[in-house]
């Protein structure tokens, strides 16, 4: 019997096309959302974490200091005081390489013999052992040297901290592995004395790798780290990217999930059909005694063959899908947290095989409700069809208790926090409300609409209006599946309308200099490049400057428990631009006159700081701490970071650097003609940044539009899934009343 149960379904489906295609459809276009989403973010996160891997090495350790960096005579003391470990020392600088196009590079200083201890197969080595036969030799990755059109033993113009510099290429290196090639990529390497000598940085090291066997030469070499220092183990780092993306990566799982859900309701809507168009049948089997499981496994073997042939689709858009969100993705995780290139898709089996699961499971879990209901009820009431309009009818009122207790718990969700986590579980809740209150939603609009047709419509839309409640079983599967889209559609735009005209207020009055010029950096949202001395002073003495504003920005500590530091000077035209949200601005500028700090609304968040608090501040030349004197508004970005006055930074750290200057001009001052003076006049073959207000806020936006455009990519799909589910139980419900209509 079971087989011949079977058979049927296999036959009703086959004349059903349309129903079946539309079911199979709606997974598919849900979990394509999910493994695109899922597949792109997971190849970002493991190129990144490739390439610091293959730069570290056999590296366990890294040891670092403040922004001026570890003196060269502390690897000499470490590696005399401990022959149990291996050190490589290693000095890196961001440089711009002058060729058929200006290429962004690391420039690296390492030692021939220490590379091949520490570093082994992670970067190829042949090449390092000839690194110091010249004081001018570099070398760089095959593709960087194509792509910057130099041939072995030519000069090559390198833009370094805004002055030029040149070196010949010596030779060109070929990684060993995939990974080592995505690291070399962006790389270029020579002799550490060499890089020294070029960047001006004499005696001066970036980091130096260290390889620790065992806990015990780990611990003792804690105890002898000198003053400001700070070893983190390499895997911090190689996670660096994931952790700080979480909550960005977090929220489209939870977008792209709902669709997933929303897809759900299409295969609920199939299943209900498909009960309910062979209600005769199954009442004779229930007549001939088929009990309610070969029932219940009927209709489930049904949505089983529906979630694997949507899986399959799924798993296949997916992966189109995730080629196009890659490229867009790794931008926005370049552009928000740090550089992320050369990535390539990473499927494996195992992540297949459980996403295929997990379509399967939403499958199964939108025929359950079908399932039980062709399985539990009479096989005399199986054979009517008003079983399940007198049954949705009858759900009504308990739906709509459980919808306010849905919407209750929403509400209490979001009391009182601020943290992502409640923030999603209130969302989900809201479309469980909506999807349990659409049927009380649909009768009360159904009886509505029915009065406004007695008092002002004709017999057909009387009929039309008692048809929706009479069919509530269809209608409000459809109303809840539209709904819940619509909201979700409704939900997204308003939220990044609003963060468009917060960013927008923000950019109003913080973004205040009518010119800003900055050193390059490879991602977006971090200052922490060096503009040549005599370019500020040139842009200082510029005609029409009535006040400037100077930036230098450095990371302090580690991956894990670093912070990011401005030392900003800030005239009074560039401090009226600050909002606070904690703390009185004329108490609050003069604290940090005198040598507190202002932190950024997001990092007091993620640090839970007040003003009055006291901050650590890594890396200092001595032990440094600094009070809280106010925490202000700020989007540039979701890490925040600290505010420092430039006289107390030079306190903490000998860096007298500058990353970036705002020109405040005098009234009536032409921003654009100051933006082109810089670029022909004071650093006419700089590569710098240079822009005007205006064209620093398209920049931004541009930024923030590319931040959500995978977002809105979701919403549209979430969009389409809801329709294929409206359509799809509008048209069952037209099938079967066609001999009514007729």
């Known amino acids: 019997m079971i087989r011949y149960l079977e058979l049927a379904s296999l036959r009703w489906l086959l004349r059903h096309r349309w129903q079946l295609a539309a079911a199979v459809l709606g997974i598919a276009l849900g979990l394509a959302c999910v493994v695109g989403i899922e597949l792109a973010a997971k190849s970002a996160l493991a190129s990144f974490e490739r390439q610091t891997r293959a730069l570290a090495g056999r ?104 002055r030029d510099a040149t070196a010949r290429l010596a030779g060109v290196l070929d990684a060993p592995h995939a990974a080592a090639e995505s690291a070399l990529r962006g790389r270029a390497f020579a002799d550490l004395a060499t890089v020294q000598e070029l960047c001006g940085a004499r005696g001066r090291l970036s980091r130096i790798d260290v390889i620790a066997p065992s806990p015990d030469a780990l611990a003792r070499l804690e105890e002898s780290l000198p003053t400001g220092s700070a070893l983190e183990a390499v895997s911090a780092r190689a996670g660096e990217l994931e952790r700080m993306s979480r909550a960005m990566r977090f929220n489209l799982r939870a977008l792209a999930l709902l669709a997933l859900f929303v897809g759900a309701f299409l295969v609920y809507d199939t299943s209900t059909f498909s009960v309910v168009q062979r209600r005769e049948l199954f009442g004779r089997m229930r007549a001939l005694g088929a009990d309610r499981a070969t029932l219940f496994a009927t209709v489930a073997h049904e949505a089983l063959w529906i979630g694997l042939a949507g899986s399959t689709l799924g798993l296949l858009l997916g992966v189109a899908v995730a080629h196009m969100l890659v490229a867009p993705l790794a931008q926005t995780l370049t552009d928000l947290y740090a550089p992320v290139s050369q990535v390539e898709l990473d499927v494996s089996p195992a992540f297949l095989a459980g996403a295929a699961a997990l379509g399967v499971l939403a499958t199964l879990l939108g025929a359950l409700l079908p399932a039980w209901e062709a399985a539990g009820s009479p096989p005399r009431q199986v054979l009517a069809r008003s079983f399940f309009e007198a049954r949705a009818r009858g759900v009504v009122a308990p739906l709509a208790v459980l919808a306010g207790l849905f919407a209750l718990l929403a509400s209490g969700l979001l009391a009182g926090t601020d943290t992502l986590l409640p923030a999603l579980l209130a969302v989900f809740a809201v479309f469980a409300a909506a999807g349990c209150g659409a049927p009380a939603a649909t009768v009360l609009a159904a009886r509505l609409a029915a009065r406004a047709a007695v008092a002002f419509g004709g017999t057909l839309e009387r009929i039309a209006a008692r048809s929706v409640e009479a069919a509530l079983s269809r209608t409000a599967v459809a109303v809840a599946a539209l709904a819940g889209a619509l909201g979700a559609s409704l939900a997204m735009g308003t939220m990044v309308s609003s963060l468009r005209g917060t960013l927008s207020a923000w950019l109003e009055s913080a973004v205040s200099a009518d010119v800003f010029v900055w050193a390059p950096h490879r991602s977006a949202s971090r200052s922490d490049g060096t503009l040549d001395p005599e370019l500020v002073a040139k ?102 970071y600290v505010l420092v006055a430039r006289a107390t930074y030079q306190r903490w750290f000998d860096d007298s650097a500058t990353s970036g200057v705002g020109l405040f001009l005098a009234s009536g001052g032409d921003s654009e003609a100051v933006v082109a003076r810089i670029r022909s006049e004071v650093a006419p073959a700089r590569s710098i940044g240079v822009q005007s207000n205006a064209s620093l806020r398209a920049a931004t936006y541009a930024v923030f539009d590319r931040t959500f455009a995978v977002a809105r990519a979701l919403e549209i799909f979430a969009a389409l899934i809801a329709a294929l589910a409206c359509v799809s139980s509008l048209a069952a419900l037209e099938f079967e009343r066609e001999r009514e209509l007729a």
């Open 59 to 162: 590296a366990t350790h890294t040891l670092t200091s403040g922004p001026d960096g570890l003196d060269e005579r502390e690897y000499a003391r470490l590696v005399r005081g401990f022959p149990e470990l291996d050190f490589a020392p290693l000095l890196e600088r961001e440089v711009r390489a002058r060729g058929a196009e200006l290429v962004p590079l690391v420039l690296t200083g390492v030692d021939a013999l220490a590379e091949a201890r520490v570093r082994g197969d992670g970067l190829p080595t042949i090449a390092f052992g000839d690194l110091s036969r010249a004081a001018d030799a570099i070398w760089l990755a095959r593709a960087t040297a194509e792509k910057l059109g130099i041939a072995v033993g030519e000069p090559l113009v390198l833009e370094i901290d805004g």
């Open 539 to 640: 842009l200082r003495a510029l005609d029409g400057v009535e006040q400037v504003a100077t930036t230098r920005g450095v990371a302090l500590g580690g991956a894990v428990d670093g912070l990011f530091v401005v030392a900003s000077e800030q005239p009074p035209r560039s401090r009226a631009g600050f909002r606070f949200v904690d703390g009185e601005p004329e108490r609050a500028w003069a604290d940090f006159d005198a040598g507190a700090v202002l932190v950024s609304e997001a990092f007091a968040r993620a640090r839970s700081l007040a003003v009055g608090d006291v901050l650590a501040i890594p890396g200092a030349r001595a032990s440094a701490s600094a009070r809280v004197a106010g925490v202000f508004q700020d989007y540039a970005t979701d890490r925040g």
